[in-house]
T-cell receptor, first 118, second 113 residues
Framework: GAVVSQHPSRVICKSGTSVKIECRSLDFQATTMFWYRQFPKQSLMLMATSNEGSKATYEQGVEKDKFLINHASLTLSTLTVTSAHPEDSSFYIC??????????????FGPGTRLTVL | GDSVTQMEGPVTLSEEAFLTINCTYTATGYPSLFWYVQYPGEGLQLLLKATKADDKGSNKGFEATYRKETTSFHLEKGSVQVSDSAVYFCALSLSNTGNQFYFGTGTSLTVIP
């Protein structure tokens, strides 16, 4: 149980285009999902917290107009990188909390999406 | 603030060697502690966890004990294998921060035959 998927796993796009990444909780309902960004050989940086049915909470320094997050259902959150540029190239990872396991403060991570902007 | 400090890498070991990766934390409350492993090109997989002081998490031969007195959660394995080569992340989560995770910088482990 507690499986999180991401789609696509890899995407290459041209500079100036927008890319949407999906994060799904497959076997549980996730009231809260998190989006992280990971640069090569570095740790994960939290970008935003996504709550179902409300606006995402962005971390300081993350452009909310560039990284659009939508959490329209209890099993799906999307991250859209708008007008992508080469510096947006990175590994994006989502995670989700299972409210049934909230007492363990645990998050379940997706496999990540490798974005390359040419 | 809340944070995790993790042993710098990279670490290179011979097969069957003993592994220790140090992790210490700073937290304002009572965190849950985790070790995650990331294989090349993949996302994070939970390796083990501990939710309260003196708990020992274990999985696949790896162990870590939640030490409140030293604020540590060191990862150990008695005999590493080539397949253990990966990046290991120590992390904490606090319920009073909405379960936000604080990650260490990661330690790259390479095990050579």
């Amino acid at each position: 149980g507690a499986v999180v998927s991401q789609h696509p796993s890899r995407v290459i796009c041209k500079s100036g285009t927008s890319v949407k990444i999906e994060c799904r909780s497959l076997d549980f309902q996730a009231t809260t999902m998190f989006w992280y960004r990971q640069f090569p050989k570095q740790s994960l940086m939290l970008m935003a917290t996504s709550n179902e049915g409300s606006k995402a909470t962005y971390e300081q320094g993350v452009e909310k107009d560039k990284f659009l997050i939508n959490h329209a259902s209890l099993t799906l959150s999307t991250l859209t990188v708008t007008s992508a540029h080469p510096e947006d190239s990175s590994f994006y990872i989502c995670s989700a909390r299972d409210p049934q396991r909230a007492s363990y403060n645990e998050q379940f991570f997706g496999p990540g999406t490798r974005l390359t902007v040419l | 603030g809340d944070s995790v400090t993790q042993m710098e890498g990279p670490v290179t070991l011979s097969e069957e060697a003993f592994l220790t990766i140090n992790c210490t934390y700073t937290a304002t409350g009572y965190p849950s502690l985790f070790w995650y492993v990331q294989y090349p090109g993949e996302g994070l997989q939970l390796l083990l966890k501990a939710t309260k002081a003196d708990d020992k998490g274990s999985n696949k031969g790896f162990e870590a004990t939640y030490r409140k007195e030293t604020t540590s959660f060191h990862l150990e394995k008695g005999s590493v294998q080539v397949s253990d080569s990966a990046v290991y992340f120590c992390a904490l989560s606090l319920s009073n921060t909405g379960n936000q995770f604080y990650f260490g910088t990661g330690t790259s482990l390479t095990v050579i035959p």
